[in-house]
Structures are given as C-alpha cells and as structure tokens.
C-alpha cells in the first residue's frame, strides 16, 4: 500500500471506551479502533499503553507479532 503524504496512517486509530456487554469484560475496558474496527482492547489501566498502540506503529507491530509461545507460560 502506498504511503499518501497528506494522509497520517495514525489518524484511522482512536481509543474509545469498551461498551459494557453481559458477556464481556468488566466495564472500563478500553478498545482500538481502526476506521471504526475494532483491533484490540486494553484493561482499564492501561489507558497510556491504548495511546501509545495509536500513535506509535513500531509498539503496534511489537505486539502483533508475539506468538503464543514465546509470550511465556499459559496461566
């Protein structure tokens, strides 16, 4: 995809508040939206790691590239 020099790539993401559903987290949880997706959702808090997830696509592909190995043992 090319990059568009007008267009920032970090404008499609927004945090936005986890709407509280039955079968869902506990309310408070916050989600990552991209062009209104949602694409991952952090505890309540962790609001400074949500913002960093937004603004910064090296954090972004840090976390999407851990594997369910390596993150360490299942609890």
């Known amino acids: 995809m ?3 020099p007008e267009c920032d ?3 499609a993401y927004e945090v936005v508040p986890m709407k509280h559903e039955s079968h869902g987290p506990p309310p408070g949880w916050w989600t990552v939206t991209c062009n ?3 694409v991952y959702h952090f505890a309540p808090d962790h609001r400074v790691a949500a913002d ?3 603004t910064d696509p ?3 592909l840090n976390l999407e590239r851990q594997y369910a190995h390596a ?3 299942a609890r």
């Open 36 to 38: 209104g997706i949602p």
């Open 52 to 54: 960093r997830y937004v």
């Open 9 to 11: 790539p970090n404008a």
């Open 2 to 4: 090319p990059i568009i």
């Open 71 to 73: 993150r360490g043992p």
């Open 58 to 60: 090296a954090y972004r």
